[in-house]
């Protein structure tokens, strides 16, 4: 029975091994940081509903936690890391999701990835009213106040520049094109930490079972 216990515990410990891989071959991290992700996951996944998978309310909850300002883009983010749309955020949903936020992710998936989170309806274009709480988000974030009619101008200026077809929308070529004269626009779709997450907790590479250097990557 004992070695029945070890050897299904083996198989256990080699599958997730195996599903770090993956999602490390997938994504900008190394197995090591997937690890350490792990760790995080497991604690916020726990923070409210202990079922080892993330609620909306345990993503709110740890978005935040260090501010008493709620971004008006919040629920969206929750549905754009929920891959599959099941109201829960799966571990490997949250490592893809984060993995566009790394420093070292393609500049055209931190692009697609913020239109996903403005497009508040889920329409497959950015709308005026969604455009106008974009603006909205950015001043918040910059912790500025302008008039109501400011905004409206910065609203109105925006969509006369960024629509092309003048359909009073913007696509995602359109959007495309707005970044690139615009690359503020995602600048915070960046999170410089993620480039350090072992430095930032050293005791998850500690308990590694499997160091960067032993993976093969084929391509």
Known sequence: ?????????????RHLLEANDTLSSETCFTVNDVEALHILYKKLSSSIIDDGLIHKEEFLQALFSCSNRQNLFADRLFDVFDLKR???????????????????????????FAFKVYDLKNTGYIERDELKDMVLAILQESKLTLPNDVIEAIVHKTMEEADLNGDGRIDPHEWKELVRRYPSLIKNMTLPYLE????????????????????????
């Open 1 to 13: 029975m004992h070695s029945l216990k070890n050897c299904f515990c083996l198989k256990k410990t």
């Open 86 to 112: 099941n109201g829960i955020i799966e571990f490997g949903e949250f490592v893809r999701s984060l993995s566009i936020f790394h420093p070292k992710a393609p500049e055209e998936d931190k692009i697609t």
């Open 196 to 219: 350090e997450i072992t430095v930032l907790f050293p005791c998850f590479v500690m308990t590694s079972k499997v160091r960067d250097s032993e993976l093969i990557y084929v391509n």
